[in-house]
């Protein structure tokens, strides 16, 4: 039986996007849970299919808020992973910093293996930064790019693709070789790709920009859910 984690600090702000998931098991997220989750054998997963990157920022302002958004992370694959009927999920992660940090990014490739997900995310703790933009765009792009998503044509059109940001800083958007968020929203979305942003934190440059990173991939039968869901802190 799932145990309660460390709840989310009271300063982060959800920016959910629920997506096709809207009424399943998957709204009911914000229920922190600990540990690893049951893998998701094909036979049970018929009626439905999960790809998930997680994208999390693990520079050093995010030392007291990194242990709660791992929780609100699991949390998250937790309720998708055990809805009902049980789908066939598979999760990845990346960790992102900056530009002259220990790493710019670290990528756990996408697997259904989710008690190898969940190691790979404890081990993440916060460290380096120094100015307050991150490499938020190079995170995001690789999330799109670096991930064996399946295919949006045929029956991979029935898949649920989902990238959550989950971060307390603004991207630089100085650096001259980024992709730039808003490009890989545009292209993202052309391939069924929805992008969530989860707010740490009270930096308020971020606010926006994680609105805005939320708002280009929300489809219109969407918006109803996803304003709702924005307005939560």
């Not at 929780?71 to 055990?82: E, L, P, R, V, Y």
């Not at 993202?188 to 708002?215: D, F, L, R, V, Y």
Request: net charge neutral; hydrophobic share 35%; charged share 25%.
């Amino acid at each position: 039986e799932p145990r309660k984690g460390k709840p989310i600090s009271r300063s982060c702000l959800s920016l959910i996007v629920l997506s096709m998931m809207s009424g399943s098991a998957l709204a009911q997220e914000a229920a922190a849970t600990k540990g690893p989750v049951p893998s998701v054998s094909p036979q049970s997963a018929a009626t439905a299919r999960i790809e998930v990157v997680f994208v999390l920022d693990t520079t050093g302002s995010m030392s007291g808020l990194i242990e709660g958004a791992k929780q609100k992370i699991w949390s998250i694959a937790n309720a998708m992973a055990t809805a009902k009927p049980r789908p066939n999920i598979r999760i990845g992660l990346v960790g992102y910093r900056d530009r002259g940090d220990e790493y710019v990014t670290t990528l756990t490739p996408m697997t259904d293996d989710l008690d190898a997900v969940y190691a790979d995310l404890m081990k993440f703790s916060a460290g380096g930064g120094g100015d307050t933009p991150e490499s938020v765009n190079q995170a995001l792009h690789e999330a799109y790019t670096k991930f064996d998503w399946t295919p949006n044509s045929g029956e991979g059109r029935n898949t649920l693709r989902l990238i959550y940001l989950v971060g307390d800083a603004p991207p630089h958007m100085d650096y001259q070789d980024d992709v730039k968020f808003e490009d890989t929203c545009r292209d993202a979305i052309k391939n069924g790709i929805t992008i969530n942003s989860i707010q740490c934190g009270t930096i308020s440059e971020t606010t926006p920009i994680w609105k805005q990173i939320a708002a280009k991939t929300d489809r219109s039968e969407e918006r109803r859910v996803g304003k709702e869901c924005r307005s939560r802190w």
